[in-house]
């Protein structure tokens, strides 16, 4: 019996030992099987997740950002120790102590599937697991998937920290609206940062992982609640609350930016405009669209916050005034339907999902809105962002009375008298509060509109290159398309200083005399006959005053002297061409470039003739802090020696190349002020520091153009239709883009300052007549008088007059701006003298040679 016994449990325990063994090796064949071709699991720890690029202001200050998924990288040594023990709380319990997976974790998940018929299958992953699920695993919940997963998890303990792990966990994580890791979760959520958070705040994002569309802060409030809590208790049960601190943050209200408690982050943000989107462009282009939208950049934009504002102000003011002065109503073209206007819930609804410029700020803030009724004479309104009146918000008909509709066929109804004769019910339109001058004090609400001419401006350090505004249009939700950086457009005259300082750098002078007078070119098109806008011919003309007065006939002559060879390579040093076609044409700026190469080329003669590249970036670094981009490549040779004395500072060494001699800087900055304090821009520009530009038009005023220049500053706008058509017959660039210039100009100055332009040490000046070219005596003074800038050691001659090769022209009356007569200088001695008349075809100037 006793054999009998012991041959029974002999037998048994070969069996289960030869059962254990089996199951062991089966096993073990199904995790060697599966673990043959599983996915490096070493390139973790070079994983680094994609990161949402930041753009700050020269302040410091967000300004924009970008990403494709929301994510703010946290390295796992600045991630607060509760937001972790909220996370293993909720997830993972045991993570510090399993060595990938939780044995029983899985048992118990097997055992409620086999009990419910797979009905209810829970997940037994640990945060291990899940890192190897979100980075080298799909998300299928098939049993091969979880096999893989363990032999991955185990494998990745062995290679890499317990901190490691939950720093790719923390950091990758789905969390809803659009946010990937804590980081971003926190800042969605509750507009803070990690380090903010409460523990009830930490339990609230611990409580997502699972399913975030199914704990909803505001559709699903109570679920998530109640999960939150269960995060709370599971922290307190691992000692990681007290039992005061989890009966506090038990009883806290969930709170959310969903639900209105917060303000949204985003809030916080200006709009997007022209300038941070132009860096997006420009970063995307050089470091490629992936890595810029994935890579964590912290980009220190050249940005002025304060002169953005004002750049924007300005050259919407110039485009809004153009507008207005054409007096037609387009409206914006965007309608609701009647039925959805029923209740101010419905409209207000129905507005807000309404595609129309919600970024205009000029003479204040316009606001979109809605026509909801049309009376005998006004029109009332309801307008976004402001709350109804008792008696509703109206448009008076007076403030419809500067307009006529553009009605569909293209044609142009009556003057309107009325409200109704503009708009109508479901009209979706512009307003904007018309308040007294006196004292602010509201006075209606008027209808607003975004021009059909568009435009754009820049303005830049002339030493550094460093773009402080850019405007690229009246409003960037309305078209994103940077007219500052791709709108190709003619220049006009404003190309002229370019011919000047090939004629400058070639011998001639400020006082060289150039004929002024009718040219014949033939062309493969034909004969072409330029002429000056003024339509008449000034006969022997010195070169300042050829600029000053922008004449056309002395620029073409003065480029055939010159020779087109010769001002396209000064263009294109410049940088205002890549390669400009040798025609004489293009003398006058017929050929198409941008303002922001313009800016930048003018910003070569302020600064003495030294090259300077345009930049909108100061810095860029990466996600762990590195530079990897620094615009400023001076050299500072002594900022580190702890030595330098108290009295001086560090010296910076200055490596940039010089483009143009620095008295042909000077003579032309001279020459170009000219053009404000007498010249074609002297009507709009009136600024309390020298200043210094050109005003540009081209043919049937297509485009205007101005550029100018203080001695740190330097800033142009160009005005034109995107599809390009006459202006107007009384469209210049003096008089629409000057006050954009004069505008802005006002509030750089008062910011930056300005001073006299730099006069080089090899400069000599002579008095000349700056209509005739004639030499005057020292100490001469009056409004013909100038004193010119000569290059020292170079005695000038004076006399000689340049007409370009072209033969003279027929009989044409030359017309004289101070007349044909004589007049009276005061000379050095207070005597007076007598200069001209002005010189003949035939005659030397009356100041003879010197």
């Not at 090796?25 to 070493?42: K, N, Q």
């Not at 007290?242 to 709170?255: G, I, K, W, Y």
């Not at 607003?448 to 754009?456: A, M, N």
């Not at 022997?540 to 922008?550: D, L, Y």
């Amino acid at each position: 019996m006793t054999r009998f016994i012991l041959s029974f449990f002999g037998t048994i325990f070969s069996l289960i030992t030869l059962g254990a063994l089996m199951i062991a090796l089966t096993i073990g064949a199904v995790f060697w099987m599966y673990g043959r071709d599983l996915p490096s699991h070493e390139s973790l720890a070079q994983y680094t997740p994609p990161t949402i690029s930041r753009i700050y202001s020269t302040e410091g200050k967000i300004i924009d950002e970008f990403a494709k998924e929301r994510r703010l990288f946290t390295p796992a040594n600045e991630i607060p120790d509760l937001v972790k023990q909220a996370f293993i709380s909720a997830e993972d319990k045991n993570f510090y102590q399993h060595s990938g997976y939780d044995v029983r974790g899985i048992a118990a998940a097997a055992f409620e599937a086999v009990r419910t018929r797979g009905r209810d299958v829970r997940g037994a992953s640990t945060i291990t697991q899940q890192v190897m699920k979100n980075f080298l695993l799909g998300g299928d919940r098939r049993a091969e998937r979880k096999i893989k997963e363990i032999i991955l998890a185990s494998r990745i303990e062995e290679t890499m920290s317990k901190e490691k792990i939950l720093e790719l966990y923390l950091n990758e994580i789905f969390l809803g609206q659009n946010s990937y890791g804590v980081s971003a979760a926190a800042q969605t959520y509750f507009n803070k940062s990690l380090m903010e958070l409460a523990p009830h705040e930490a339990a609230f994002l611990a409580s997502l992982p699972k399913a975030p569309s199914d704990y909803h802060p505001v559709r699903r409030k109570e679920r998530l609640l109640e999960r939150r809590n269960f995060v709370l208790r599971e922290m307190h049960e691992n000692g990681y609350l007290t039992d005061d601190v989890f009966e506090s943050e038990v009883a806290q209200p969930l709170r959310s930016v969903q639900n209105g408690d917060f303000a949204p982050f985003q809030e916080s943000l200006p709009p997007r405009d022209y300038f941070t989107d132009e860096i997006r462009r420009e970063l995307s282009r050089e470091r490629g669209e992936e890595d810029f939208f994935t890579g964590g950049y912290s980009v220190r934009a050249t940005l002025d916050p304060e002169m953005q504002v004002e750049a924007a102000k300005a050259l919407r003011a110039a485009l809004e005034e153009y507008d207005r002065s054409q007096g037609v109503w387009r409206g914006s073209g965007k309608t609701i339907p009647q039925d959805q206007l029923g209740s101010e819930a419905s409209w207000r609804e129905a507005l807000a999902n309404v595609r129309i410029s919600r970024d205009v700020d000029l003479q204040g803030t316009w606001y979109p809105a809605v026509v909801l009724e049309v009376g005998a004479s006004e029109a009332r309104i309801g307008i976004e962002g402001v709350d109804e009146d008792e008696d509703g918000h109206w448009i008076a008909a007076k403030d419809v009375q500067w307009a006529r509709k553009r009605l569909k066929d293209g044609k142009l109804a009556a003057r309107a008298k009325v409200a109704g004769d503009l708009v109508a019910v479901g009209d979706v339109v512009l307003v904007r509060r018309m308040t007294s001058d006196a004292d602010g004090s509201f006075i209606r609400w008027t209808l607003r509109q975004i021009p059909e001419v568009e435009g754009g401006f820049m303005a830049m350090d002339v030493n550094t290159g460093r773009v402080i505004a850019m405007q690229g249009g009246f409003s960037y939700q309305h078209s994103v398309f940077n007219r500052t950086t791709q709108a190709n457009r003619q220049p006009g005259s404003s190309f002229k200083p370019f011919v000047y300082a090939a004629a400058l750098d070639s011998g001639y002078t400020p006082a060289t005399v150039v004929i002024d007078a009718p040219i014949e070119v033939d062309t493969p098109q034909g004969v072409w006959r330029p002429k000056n806008s003024s339509n008449t011919y000034y006969g022997p003309t010195p070169m300042r005053t050829g600029i000053e007065q922008s004449r056309n006939l002395m620029t073409v002559r003065l480029a055939q002297e010159v020779g087109m060879d010769t001002v396209a390579r000064y263009a294109e040093k410049f940088g205002v061409y890549d390669h400009m076609g040798r025609v004489l044409a293009n003398s006058l700026g017929s050929e198409e470039t941008t303002i922001y190469k313009m800016v930048a080329a003018y910003a070569m003669f302020a600064n003495g003739g030294e090259r300077v590249e345009p930049t909108l970036i100061d810095r860029v670094q990466d996600r762990y802090g590195n530079t990897v981009y620094r615009h400023d490549k001076r050299d500072c040779v002594n900022c580190d020696d702890p030595n330098i004395a108290p009295n001086s500072s560090p010296r910076i060494v200055s490596n940039r190349e010089r483009v143009m001699d620095p008295v042909t800087a000077y003579q032309l900055t001279s020459m170009l002020q000219g053009v404000v304090q007498r010249g074609t821009a002297s009507s709009v520009i009136n600024l309390p520091v020298p200043i210094a530009g050109k005003t540009g038009t081209t043919n049937d005023a297509k485009d205007v153009w101005f550029v100018g220049f203080s001695s740190n500053i330097v800033a142009g706008c160009y005005i034109g239709f995107d599809q390009p058509r006459t202006l107007g017959a009384h469209a210049y660039g003096g008089t629409m883009c000057g006050p954009v210039f004069q505008q802005f100009m006002e509030k750089a100055i008062a910011k930056y300052g300005g001073g006299k332009f730099t006069v080089p040490e090899q400069c000599q000046f002579i008095n000349i007549d700056r209509f005739t070219g004639a030499r005057l005596p020292d100490g001469a003074s009056g409004d013909n008088v100038v004193a010119e800038c000569f290059r020292r050691g170079e005695l000038p001659i004076f006399g000689i007059q340049f007409d370009g090769g072209f033969a003279m022209g027929g009989n044409f009356d030359i017309i004289q701006p101070d007349g044909r007569t004589s007049r009276n200088v005061t000379t050095s001695s207070g005597g007076t003298g007598i200069v001209g008349p002005k010189a003949s075809f035939g005659s030397m100037s009356s100041g003879g040679l010197y």
